[in-house]
């Protein structure tokens, strides 16, 4: 079975700094996906960012990028230039995917315990 | 449409009545999922349906059902539900992909409804 552990319960920032959210899993999967999603309190989850575990280059996604290394089994955040509106709990998240008979897949997530980043003005 | 949408947004019922969760999605996915989620904590699946189908089932308790009636729609039966069930419930839908023979299977992301807060008296 795979964990994913966020070791950072919370985290803040002031606007414009840089922070990072730390995320570490535990695998025997070759083939996997990660991904971090944002929680707002509007409770909404939407997808920040991903990484397909096949590809060595670290996925960004404007001020966003990610730290994989995945020998060391690690998937840190990175945000940049942080807005008031990054405020939210993040999630990291891992994902098998499922292959059915025929070779088609969809995918199990496995979520860290997650994040609250406050950013403060 | 890139959008998963669920009703009702809140809900409250007794532990006697039998009420129900809808959600709808118009992007063609073919995967669909049902997670609970307490407050702070990050969601737990509950059931996958794939093509329509009951794939997986993570042990959940029999108060709730599960049913998919057409690609679009995933409904989430509920009936003598405990208090400890309040929770938000969380849809969320996905493409079925073809892994890629050289390079592991396709990324698919999945999209998540904004929920419908539960709460059980």
């Known amino acids: 079975a795979q964990t994913v552990t966020q070791s950072q319960p919370e985290m803040s920032v002031q606007e414009a700094e840089t922070v990072t959210l730390s995320c570490t899993y535990d695998t025997s999967e070759s083939n996997y996906y990660l991904f971090w999603y944002k929680q707002p309190p509007s409770r909404q989850m939407i997808l920040v960012i991903r990484q397909e575990a096949y590809k060595q280059q670290n996925a960004t996604e404007n001020r966003f990028s990610v730290n994989f290394q995945k020998a060391a089994k690690s998937f840190s955040l990175k945000i940049s230039d942080s807005q008031l509106g990054d405020t939210a709990m993040y999630f990291c998240?891992?994902?098998?995917?499922?292959?059915?008979?025929?070779?088609?897949?969809?995918?199990?997530?496995?979520f860290g315990q997650g994040t609250i980043l406050t950013v403060h003005p | 449409d890139t959008e998963v949408t669920q009703t009702p947004k809140h809900l409250v019922m007794g532990m006697t009545n039998k009420k129900s969760l809808k959600c709808e999605q118009h992007?063609?996915?073919?995967?669909m999922y049902w997670y609970k989620q307490k407050a702070k904590k990050p969601p737990e699946l509950m059931f996958v349906y794939s093509y329509e189908k009951l794939s997986i089932n993570e042990s959940v308790p029999s108060r709730f059902s599960p049913e998919c009636p057409n690609s679009s729609l995933l409904n989430l039966h509920l009936h003598a539900l405990q208090p400890e069930d309040s929770a938000l419930y969380l849809c969320?839908?996905?493409?079925?992909?073809?892994?890629?023979?050289?390079?592991?299977?396709?990324?698919?992301?999945?999209?998540f409804g904004p929920g419908t807060r539960l709460t059980v008296l």
């Open positions: 969320a839908s996905s493409d079925i992909v073809t892994p890629r023979t050289s390079s592991g299977s396709s990324y698919n992301e999945q999209f």
């Open positions: 998240a891992f994902m098998k995917p499922l292959i059915r008979a025929g070779g088609t897949s969809y995918g199990k997530l496995t």
């Open positions: 992007m063609g996915h073919r995967a």
